[in-house]
């Protein structure tokens, strides 16, 4: 839904660009450790931009993230400590994140174009909690759901591959900075905090 909602809020602004990307921030909170061993939190999406003015660019984004985690512990299976089998138990983040702002290029090139941006986020995350999965009616399934606003400033580039005589062609972007989102409140599940170094690449087109 909030995908076909993006593409027509894309339609009705005649965008001069739209990319897939490649999005992660930083998540060195330890309470993430129980949902993924990585430092970061990764997931796909995309990325529009209309220009205004030559070289100014409004840019909105929008990314669905996904992790989880098992674990496995044995059962006990009798009176004389001996293990039979094992449960399983989940861990998962289910995470919406969109983003508006704008895009300043510093240099304007048809091979590279260098460029500052910040965008203001809002992230819906989903945290989900399973004891045993092996079984659907567990009673300790617990699911909290949280928003928290937060922001990046990023530097990077625009990569169009000197082919700007074309109505429509190929681009592709790499950025790099820092982003923020405020904590993420569960509830009596817990908090969790994604703050840290931002990585995006894409590739799409410039019309």
Wanted: glycine residues 14%; aromatic residues 8%.
């Amino acid at each position: 839904m909030l995908c076909t909602l993006f593409l027509a809020a894309l339609g009705a602004a005649q965008a001069t660009e739209i990319a897939v990307e490649h999005a992660s921030i930083g998540a060195t909170d330890p309470a993430y450790d129980a949902i993924d061993e990585r430092d970061r939190l990764a997931g796909w999406g995309l990325r529009a931009g209309y220009t205004v003015v030559p070289s100014f660019t409004v840019i909105g984004s929008w990314s669905m993230q996904r992790r989880g985690a098992a674990y496995y512990s044995p059962v006990l299976g009798d009176q004389d400590g001996n293990y039979y089998g094992e449960s399983e138990s989940a861990t998962a983040l289910l995470g919406h994140t969109a983003g508006l702002g704008v895009k300043w290029n510093v240099i304007e090139n048809p091979w590279v174009s260098p460029y500052v941006s910040a965008q203001g986020l809002v992230q819906v995350g989903t945290l989900k909690l399973d004891d045993d999965v092996s079984r659907d009616d567990n009673l300790n399934q617990l699911s909290a759901r949280a928003l928290a606003p937060g922001f990046t400033v990023v530097g990077g580039a625009d990569i169009g591959l000197g082919l700007e005589e074309l109505p429509v062609r190929p681009m592709g972007h790499v950025e790099l900075g820092y982003g923020h989102l405020a904590a993420l409140d569960y509830g009596d599940v817990g908090a969790l905090k994604l703050r840290g170094l931002v990585f995006r690449a894409g590739v799409g087109v410039h019309f």
